[in-house]
């Protein structure tokens, strides 16, 4: 079954998945729902538009650079409340994130529905984010030869490193199974209405020595 990946790297990424009013938390690598939610921008769907179709494809993610996590100390005033007045109180939020991170993500699915979203990638519709608005992609989601014949894992485990250095550890391999870590990202109903269920992950270790880094491509 074909493959498509994506490079999600840059400055700032957040994937929350228990993120609440004033705590806004970011998992350690890119969430189905907010990687799908790039993929719906690209292909220029509404937040009420079915999503059943990008639901239905696995994914996995490997963990070229896991970035620095950190977190936005925010304060407001004058804050709009539920029963439309303001209050003088001073508001506190917490937003954490990933900085300097990258991150190779896999969609096993659809041929046709791949085919589709690879070159949405390239000419997306809407802004893409990182997971929340403001956080840019950079270098772009979009890999030339990023629409592959291999299954995930094989793809996920074979494509070139994405940084210009051989890794220093080994990468870490998630992949979306039947059994192992319970999270809740799975879209089961159009973006607008935030509901989402469980999907099960296996975390895996590629080891450094096995990871193929193509010298060629960062030169210069």
Same mark, same amino acid.
């Given at each position: ?6 490079? /999600? ?6 994937? $929350? ?11 350690? +690598?890119?969430?189905? !729902?907010?990687? /799908?939610? /790039? =993929?719906?921008?690209? =292909? $220029? @769907? ?10 239905? =494809? @696995?994914?996995?993610? @490997?963990?070229? @650079?896991?970035?620095?996590?950190? %977190? ?9 409340? !539920? ?7 001073? %508001?506190? !939020?917490?937003? +954490? ?24 990638? /390239? ?6 984010? =990182? ?6 992609? !950079? ?10 014949? #291999? ?7 074979? &494509? ?13 391999? %998630?992949? #979306? ?6 999270? +809740? ?14 999907? +099960? ?8 020595? #096995? %990871? &193929? ?8």
């Amino acid at each position: 079954m074909p493959t498509l990946l994506l490079r /999600l790297q840059g400055p700032l990424q957040s994937w $929350g998945t228990r993120s609440r009013f004033d705590y806004r938390d970011t998992w350690p +690598y890119p969430t189905k !729902s907010g990687v /799908l939610g /790039l =993929l719906a921008a690209a =292909l $220029g @769907r509404d937040r009420k538009e079915d999503v059943s179709d990008l639901a239905s =494809l @696995r994914m996995g993610v @490997r963990v070229d @650079r896991k970035g620095v996590l950190k %977190v936005d100390y925010q304060t407001a005033q004058e804050v709009l409340t !539920s029963s439309q007045t303001t209050t003088r109180d001073v %508001v506190q !939020s917490w937003r +954490y994130y990933l900085s300097d991170a990258a991150f190779l993500v896999g969609l096993e699915g659809d041929a046709n529905l791949l085919k589709e979203a690879h070159q949405a990638l /390239l000419n997306p519709r809407f802004a893409l984010y =990182l997971g929340r608005k403001g956080y840019l992609p !950079s270098p772009p989601p979009y890999l030339p030869d990023g629409l592959r014949e #291999e299954p995930l894992e094989e793809a996920l485990r074979t &494509y070139p490193y994405l940084l210009p250095h051989k890794p220093r550890e080994d990468l870490l391999l %998630v992949l #979306e199974a039947e059994q192992g870590r319970l999270v +809740y990202d799975q879209p089961i109903a159009p973006f607008a209405k935030r509901q989402f269920g469980a999907r +099960y992950v296996e975390e895996r270790l590629l080891a450094k020595e #096995e %990871v &193929y880094f193509r010298e060629e491509a960062h030169v210069g």
